[in-house]
């Protein structure tokens, strides 16, 4: 990480006692910038000899006291790189969460991430939408719809406007999504919505009927899906130097951010 180049990106979201909520951040990684925001999933590396897990971003906060830039995310491990080991239960594209969520700051979190993931091969990749389909979607209003949709399910409807065009201005790509980890059920109606629509136009995929149904457009690129259906116990995450365990003690709770749209 670059020094000085962690920035807030967007409008804070809330308040409470000395915390300043935000939305999104950026970050300049082996010289390219790069924004991360609440909802999205990324692939980290929590120390060097540890495997690639995969981070949900779920609170992005400032103390307002001690000036420290925070986050709180979600970890998900392959089932082989848990203590119990992979077994005949576990699916091809599962993954399984710690139980505890980690708090540490953004500086961390950025050294975690891993830039380099095309290794990663337990997953189904979502098909990305044909150009001419994604042309549609810049004439007649559906690519906004989408984006409600995704704001609306993944992020407890927070407004992403102002994070959607900062992202436009580096080029990034535009759904933010390289990996996506779904519910068991939510896994299931998308594979189920997968056959379904095999024969038909990639365009039926931003349908809001098949939104609803479990489908999912991938906007730019293919989009890795996996699915969680259990939790673990990760003793070594209690070694690790960069989890900041003073804030997790009175942190605020995620329902905050709920009330500030």
């Known amino acids: 990480m670059e020094p000085n180049s962690l920035k807030w990106v967007g409008s804070s979201c809330g308040l ?9 951040f950026k970050f300049h990684r082996d010289g390219k910038p790069r924004i991360l925001s609440l909802g999205d999933f990324f692939f980290v ?4 000899e540890d495997p690639i897990c995969i981070a949900e971003l779920q609170l992005l906060w400032e103390e307002r006291t001690s000036k420290q830039l925070l986050s709180s995310s979600k970890l998900y491990f392959l089932p ?6 992979r077994t005949g239960i576990h699916g091809e594209h599962e993954v399984i969460a710690v139980s505890e969520k980690v708090i540490v700051r953004l500086e961390d979190l950025v050294k975690w991430t891993v830039p380099d993931f095309s290794g990663w091969t337990h997953c189904l990749k979502a098909e990305p939408l044909k150009p001419s389909v994604l042309r549609e979607l810049g004439t007649n209003g559906r690519r906004e719809a989408l984006h409600r949709y995704r704001e609306s399910t993944l992020t407890s409807g927070l407004n992403f406007k102002d994070v959607q065009r900062e992202r436009a201005q580096l080029g990034q790509e535009e759904d933010g999504r390289k990996v996506l980890v779904l519910s068991y059920p939510q896994y ?10 095999r024969e038909q136009p990639s365009s039926l995929l931003i349908d809001h009927t098949v939104l609803a149904l479990g489908g999912i457009a991938a906007l730019g690129g293919s989009t890795r899906i996996l699915y969680c259906r259990d939790t673990f116990e990760h003793p070594a995450l209690l070694q690790n130097e960069s989890i900041c ?3 997790g003690e009175f942190g605020p709770p995620p329902i905050v951010i709920v009330a500030f749209r």
């Open 245 to 247: 365990d003073e804030f």
């Open 188 to 197: 299931c109606r998308f594979r189920s919505v997968l056959v379904r629509l």
């Open 80 to 85: 082989e790189d848990t203590p119990q080991g």
């Open 16 to 24: 409470h006692g000395p915390y300043i909520f935000y939305k999104a």
């Open 45 to 48: 590396r929590c120390k060097p």
